[in-house]
């Protein structure tokens, strides 16, 4: 089943598939769509449990099911419009992002661009990934558990979101207490970093095999210090070409300075 999807923009333009993060939806880049749409085919997609997007009994299986949706996704807008998206740029933020990297490794044939926004490649030690299980186990028992609106304000709080004020992190709230507990926590364990590979060698491999290969950039804020760290470890491991650190902001660059990111796509695309 098709993943739920939205176009915009100019349909002969270059297409831009956008990926969520974990508790978005497809309207988190409302502002950045608007910076884009006259020159860009814009495909936003919702993320499965979230927004319109229906959670399937497969989806448990984790990043390679979302693999054969997204696919299958594409295939229909294909069909349904009559073009080709055949090279389209892809970018993810966070868990959008670590979807994005196992989809372009799947279909490698399907992506021109990818654009990583705050995402981690894979933990590398079992013991990280023990750990990131323990606190996934966690969380997803007190989505399920409690009141989605009490958990989302602990969760700004961890380290990533530090530079948020309390008044954007209770916008935050305002905008996704809404959803589901049951499937915010299904998503969340699905879609585990301590269950997903480490894509660092399947991103270098695939660079290597043809010079018609994904190109890969990063953009991080620079206040989030853990993802710009972890973009230059990426640099130097020949992972990404090239870096974008944006000013003023922390973990979610198109959330907070959607003309900067705007500006950096245009010069990508």
Not at 103 to 129: C, D, M, N, W
Request: glycine share 8%; net charge negative.
């Amino acid at each position: 089943m098709s993943l739920s999807y939205y176009c915009s923009g100019d349909i002969n333009a270059p297409a831009v598939v956008l990926l969520h993060g974990f508790l978005g939806s497809a309207s988190d880049w409302r502002s950045l769509l608007a910076l884009l749409k006259d020159d860009y085919h814009l495909i936003t997609v919702d993320l499965p449990g979230h927004g319109s997007s229906q959670w399937l009994e497969e989806d448990s299986q984790g990043a390679d099911y979302f693999c054969h949706r997204l696919e299958q996704t594409i295939q229909a807008i294909e069909q349904a419009e009559g073009i080709s998206l055949k090279r389209l740029n892809l970018l993810g933020y966070s868990l959008g992002g670590r979807l994005s990297m196992a989809y372009t490794i799947a279909f490698p044939e399907r992506v021109g661009k990818l654009i990583l926004e705050g995402a981690h490649p894979g933990l590398v030690s079992e013991q990280e990934r023990s750990e990131r299980y323990q606190s996934d186990l966690q969380w997803a028992r007190r989505f399920r558990q409690e009141p989605v609106a009490d958990v989302l304000w602990d969760w700004y709080k961890q380290p990533v979101f530090s530079d948020l004020e309390d008044s954007q992190v209770l916008s935050l709230i305002d905008e996704r207490s809404q959803g589901s507990g049951l499937l915010l926590a299904d998503a969340l364990m699905a879609f585990s970093l301590s269950k997903q590979p480490d894509y660092r060698r399947a991103l270098t491999r695939i660079k290597a095999d043809s010079p018609l290969s994904p190109r890969v950039h990063y953009f991080h804020g620079e206040n989030d210090h853990k993802f710009a760290q972890l973009g230059q470890y990426l640099l130097v491991e020949h992972v990404v070409y090239r870096v974008h650190p944006v000013t003023g902001c922390g973990h979610n660059v198109h959330r907070e300075q959607p003309e900067a990111m705007a500006r950096l796509l245009r010069a990508l695309f």
